[in-house]
């Protein structure tokens, strides 16, 4: 018994009391826009970081946090150049690019913050669910189809039952993800009885139900013969709305809904599924390697169809969410593009449920940030789309910083080598 | 009464705040703007119809102008409030999609008037805002009237008309607007000849133009040797089959001549150009009023169809005599034009 | 019902057909090369788009057509090649590569239709098409039936019929064709062999762009006379299942395209004929539909090639 083991643990146990007092009204007022919330979140970092100090020891806590910033060194620069690059072309195609990031910036973390933590909610649901059919090794591409089947279940369940919120709204995303996850057992069947592609089923899945979304929303679009706003269904009574944060929080934007706290929520019970559930070792085994995962004895059809279902039913949340927290309705797909979207979260976040936080709030503020560029400039708003191409290629293309190591090495060793190293590259090159 | 009532209510709050208070009375030049809805401008339609209708007003030296691109549905509100922050005077929102947003927007900025294009409020409408519809059916109507009586009476005018008694449409999504014009058309052209046979295909897009001239060929194949585009960007399809098997096209919203003057016969205009200019002046001249839904049509003097321009000699006076009657029919009442297929007996 | 089945047995149909699948069918091509070689390539939508703008661009400023091909295809090379740089390369996941490819040909479109023509939707019309080229081969446009819809018809559908015969031919008798399977079957054996897989993937993803290119110039200035924003509207995603239920072969993509095409046209006009009253949507869906039973129900008589898909790096001896 030592006399320091005591205080230590009860150091530990206050510090982790602390990040999550901390943490957690920090991110809600911070969402918010009560930006001073930032000051919370830098006291509960400072609280998480003491508890790390104290759980590992000093050595080993600085040799964690020297690898985590030369981890996330990586994304920063790609970040960096990416603008960097985006830039070029705007001064190559005449616009001005300082006085064009200059509004994007401002228009997306401050002016227009909340739209931005709006256009992240949905974002983040189909950025989860596209990361979860990736980590069992599925690409699930129709992420798009299952947003709307997700929509079209909140929206006749909204306007079917008319009970009280505290039970309409749980049940309405019960009943959501279950019909999302149902949509995707097809694709899943199909791929596990037949072989069928997913990235061809899903997405022609995607198309059907969105070619079909028309006749569900007539179906519930009220009077025809004096409706004006005929692709968009009755409104859901106001008892299934979700809560919106200026109903605690008076600052706030009135359109901001607590969907992005229920989003949050779920990236937290995904990471939590895929780190330290059976279910989560298995989906990452057979992502990681089919062949391996079999030698386990672990059922690789069932698994399949377990991560697509899953993928399904989250995809099908984010539409329930829209409906819920913002449209309150059922509007017809416009292609905005939650699917697709969802699929570049993913791959930024490499498939990391607590990254994909980051990067769908980075999507989202690129996207209104974009849009105030577009307000304040001249500058078309389409260039946000090319930035971000370019972010993904260059935070995919690990090769590329190995590549300009290797040829930095290569150009040394050739100064010193002399021709002779330019021959045996050129043969290499030649063969 | 009820409106009465909040038109006094508005009132006193503005004598009683004062200055605070919204001064929509205005200078000589106002700052009016317009907010596209995703199409963006260049969609031939209704984006480009409202901004011409800001052009035609800045020409006449009544308003300085600015429009804005949204991208996703999200964006409307930012950009319906952004741009009265910017200091317009008169906003325009683009399209039925905004009708939830711009009534927020018009909540949220009260010194801006708000009008909100193919639009209609219920319930209470703020006093600054302003809900733009038309009734596309009456220019349905024209335009059927001219492809009814040209298919089959006159078809030996032009060689790019058939002895078939057959029309056709080619619909981009089945949605009301898009439905109200082919309800017109269609008993336009039957209110000349009862036995007329029109055809329509719905090609599911407003964007795949390929597919629209692919519908536009079916039809033609069929013996159609009019059709008209209800189908956005799709409807530029329509226009390229007129072109390839050379039959004639009428264009939807704005007049499409320009796009291919040898064979768009006439368009069916929409008075998105005329209704904007028409508010901008009201606002020009400090009698824009707030508050109500604007249905305009004929009577307003909104609908119309475009000029024949190269065919004005092939069109015969018959014919455009009966557009004119069938104009002054509509605007005194005389006429009422079916608004949906099922008033007409078709099912779907 | 008589009418329904005049209007399907019409020569009309057939040419509709034709004309609808011959974008679908040089994008499937495309697919088939590139798969067969081992790269999936799922950006093909994308590199269409971006050909359709250039051949619509290029063909506007010269006002000459072919020149506008020509920069078609240019575009959709160069577009290609950083498909091919980011695959082989750099050793990007395929599916990833092409998606942010697709994203990216999205967002260049629109952005250049802004800074080349200072506006959004569709582009200044070009003063002339290929579709002014059509020709009608002498004799064989006689024969009934086919020859008005197969034998009087514009350049690029020709082309497509003609890449069609090449590329199976190429798979089948020449050097290059048994490399690209090798490729995508055993590339190891390839490269122990003293082949470059890099270079015949490299090879692969650029006909497959200039494939693409076609498709996308058929789009703008063949079909129609100007570009149109996202005019490809899926047809590069099509031309993906079309590739499986092709069985990775060219005349097999051919006759799915076909098949594909063959459903659209047969139910446009089924729409019209006022046969069956049903909303128009339930017609719509029927392609995608028509593609999903397509895809289940023949991959599995073919077999893709053993190594798409997977990265190949020499250094690690392949994956």
């Known amino acids: 018994m030592s006399t320091r083991s005591v205080p230590v643990s009860a150091y530990r146990i206050v510090a982790g009391i602390l990040t999550f007092v901390l943490a957690v009204p920090g991110t809600i007022l911070y969402l918010a826009s009560y930006f001073w919330g930032a000051w919370l979140l830098a006291g509960a970092c400072a609280a998480y970081l003491a508890d790390r100090v104290l759980e590992l020891g000093r050595p080993a806590f600085f040799s964690l946090v020297r690898s985590a910033l030369r981890r996330s060194a990586m994304p920063a620069i790609g970040i960096v150049a990416a603008l960097l690059l985006g830039a070029a072309i705007m001064l190559a195609t005449g616009y001005n690019p300082l006085s064009s990031y200059k509004a994007l910036f401002y228009g997306g973390l401050v002016r227009g913050w909340s739209v931005s933590v709006l256009n992240a909610t949905p974002l983040l649901f189909t950025g989860l669910a596209v990361a979860f059919a990736f980590q069992g090794g599925f690409f699930n591409i129709g992420a798009q189809g299952q947003y709307f089947i997700g929509v079209m279940t909140a929206t006749w369940i909204g306007l079917a039952l008319k009970l009280p919120g505290i039970v309409e709204i749980p049940l309405i995303f019960v009943a959501a993800a279950f019909v999302g996850a149902a949509t995707n057992a097809i694709p899943a069947i199909l791929k596990v009885k037949t072989g069928a592609h997913e990235v061809v089923t899903t997405m022609m899945f995607a198309y059907a139900i969105s070619t079909l979304s028309p006749v569900f929303i007539r179906a519930f679009g009220g009077d025809p013969s004096h409706s004006m706003h005929p692709y968009a269904s009755d409104t859901l009574p106001e008892a299934a709305w979700l809560p919106t944060f200026k109903s605690f929080l008076p600052e706030a934007n009135y359109r901001l809904h607590i969907g992005i706290i229920l989003a949050i929520a779920c990236a937290v019970l995904v990471r939590f599924i895929l780190r330290s559930t059976s279910l989560g070792f298995k989906v990452r085994a057979v992502g990681n390697n089919p062949m391996a995962a079999k030698t386990q004895g672990i059922s690789i059809p069932r698994i399949t169809a377990a991560s697509l279902l899953i993928s399904g039913a989250l995809a099908a949340a984010a539409g329930a969410t829209q409906v819920l927290g913002l449209d309150h309705r059922m509007y017809q797909d416009l292609g905005a593009g939650y699917g697709w979207n969802g699929i570049s979260i993913a791959l930024l976040a490499r498939n990391n449920p607590i990254a994909i936080i980051f990067t769908s709030l980075l999507w989202g503020l690129l996207d209104s940030g974009g849009r105030y560029m577009a307000m304040t400039t001249r500058t078309p708003n389409s260039i946000i789309e090319i930035v971000k191409s370019i972010i993904l290629f260059l935070l995919l293309a690990e090769m590329l910083y190995q590549r300009i190591g290797l040829s930095l090495r290569a150009a040394f060793s050739r100064l010193r080598r002399g021709s002779d190293a330019r021959t045996g590259i050129e043969k290499e090159i030649g063969s | ?348 | 019902m008589s009418g329904f089945a005049a209007v399907l047995l019409a020569p009309q149909l057939l040419e509709a057909t034709i004309r609808l699948s011959t974008p679908v069918t040089f994008a499937a091509l495309a697919a088939v090369v590139c798969e067969r070689s081992g790269i999936t390539n799922i950006a093909m939508e994308g590199i269409m788009l971006v050909g359709a703008f250039f051949s619509a661009y290029v063909g506007w400023l010269t006002g000459n057509p072919w020149i506008g091909l020509l920069g078609g295809l240019v575009a959709g090379a160069a577009f290609s090649l950083l498909f091919a740089w980011a695959t082989v390369s750099l050793h990007i996941n395929h599916v990833v590569a092409g998606a942010i490819m697709n994203i990216l040909a999205f967002g260049l479109t629109r952005y250049l239709m802004m800074v080349c023509y200072g506006r959004q939707g569709t582009s200044e019309a070009v003063p002339l098409t290929l579709d002014h080229y059509r020709l009608r081969v002498p004799l064989l446009s006689n024969i009934p039936y086919l020859g008005s819809a197969v034998f009087n018809q514009t350049p690029l559908v020709y082309l497509s019929l003609i890449s069609v015969a090449a590329l199976a031919w190429t798979f089948a008798r020449t050097r290059f064709g048994l490399s690209l399977t090798a490729s995508g079957e055993h590339p190891m054996a390839l490269e122990t062999l003293g082949r470059s897989v890099y270079r015949v993937r490299y090879q692969a993803v650029l006909l497959s762009g200039l494939l693409c290119g076609l498709a996308g110039a058929f789009l703008s200035i063949e079909n129609s006379n100007s570009f149109t924003e996202g005019m490809t509207n899926g047809r590069g995603f099509i031309a993906l299942a079309a590739n499986i239920a092709g069985g990775w072969q060219p005349v097999g993509v051919f006759l799915a395209s076909l098949f594909f095409g063959l459903v659209d046209a047969a139910q446009l006009r089924a729409q019209s004929i006022g046969l069956i009253h049903l909303p128009s949507e339930i017609f719509l869906v029927f392609p995608y539909i028509a593609t999903i039973v397509a895809v289940a129900g023949l991959v599995r008589k073919s077999r893709p090639p053993a190594a798409v898909g997977k990265d190949f790096n020499v250094e690690g001896g392949g994956d």
Request: hydrophobic content about 45%.
């Open chain 2, 1 to 348: 009464m009820k409106r009465f009532v909040i038109a006094v209510a508005a009132a006193v709050l503005v004598f009683a705040f004062g200055p605070g208070a919204p001064a929509f009375a205005q200078s000589s030049k106002p700052f009016v703007a317009m907010c596209t809805d995703t199409n963006g401008l260049g969609d031939g339609s209704f984006n480009d119809g409202v901004w011409a209708g800001l052009k035609k007003a800045e020409g006449e030296g009544l308003a300085s102008v600015k429009v804005l691109e949204a991208h996703s549905m999200t964006d409307y509100i930012p950009n319906l409030t952004g741009l009265a922050e910017g200091g317009s005077k008169l906003v325009f929102g683009v399209g039925f999609l905004m009708v939830e947003q711009i009534q927020e927007a018009a909540k949220d900025e009260p010194n801006t008037f708000y009008a909100g294009i193919d639009d209609y409020f219920g319930g209470n409408v703020p006093r600054n805002l302003i809900g733009v519809s038309f009734r596309e059916q009456e220019a349905g109507y024209l335009a059927g009237i001219v492809a009814g009586e040209m298919t089959k009476k006159y078809y030996k005018n032009s060689k790019l008309l058939n002895d078939k008694n057959v029309i056709g449409a080619v619909l981009g999504m089945n949605i009301p607007p898009v439905e109200r014009y082919l309800a017109g058309y269609i008993a336009g052209a039957r209110s000349v000849d009862p036995t007329v046979d029109v055809r329509f295909i719905t090609v599911g897009s407003f964007a795949d133009r390929a597919k629209g001239k692919e519908a536009a060929l079916a039809l033609n194949d069929q013996g159609a040797d009019i059709i008209i585009q209800l189908a956005g960007l799709s409807g530029m399809g329509v226009i390229d089959a007129a072109r390839e098997r050379k039959f004639f096209a009428i264009g939807a919203d704005v007049d499409q001549n320009a796009a291919a003057p040898d064979y768009v016969l006439t368009s069916a205009l929409k008075g998105t150009t005329m209704s904007a200019y028409l508010l901008i002046k009201d606002l020009a001249a400090g009698t824009l009023k707030g508050g109500e839904n604007r249905v305009f049509g004929l009577k307003e003097g909104a609908i119309d169809i475009a000029p024949f321009h190269q065919f004005d000699s092939i069109v015969p006076a018959e014919v455009k005599q009966a557009v004119a009657d069938a104009k002054a029919g509509i605007a005194s009442g005389k006429i009422t034009v079916p608004s949906t297929l099922a008033e007409l007996g078709i099912k779907q």
